[in-house]
């Protein structure tokens, strides 16, 4: 599956949808990760400001706002995440973004896992 462990990692879960928030908060807290959920940007952020989280899953479409702010902060941060969309392209992230793996809705559990370790070893510094 993955070759990263998820155990006793913070994973910030910005998503709207209470469904699939509930089934990938379910499956990531299987796979041993602390989860801390949010629906909206202004919760997102103060998540963050808390407690920074090692990786985050970000649904692009919020109700009435997108996710890229939260994902500026992360970027900012260091923070490894993924956007999760039913949008397709028309969702794509800014530019300075387009760097994270991007995972279509509906989505399973073990691509979650795959897109996140994706996300991290490309957040890794070289070297």
Known sequence: MTSISFSGKKLLLVEDNPVIALDAQLFLM???????????VLEALDLIARSEPDFAILDVNLAVES????????????????????????????????????VAKPYRGPRLLTALAEAARLREPPG
């Not at 299987?30 to 909206?40: E, H, P, R």
């Not at 490894?80 to 992230?93: D, H, N």
């Open 30 to 40: 299987d796979a041993g990760a602390i989860v801390s959920a949010a629906t909206t």
């Open 67 to 102: 996710s890229f702010p939260v994902a500026h902060k992360l970027h900012e941060l260091g923070i490894a995440f993924i956007f999760a969309t039913g949008y397709g392209e028309s969702a794509a992230p800014p530019p300075n973004l387009a760097y994270a793996p991007v």
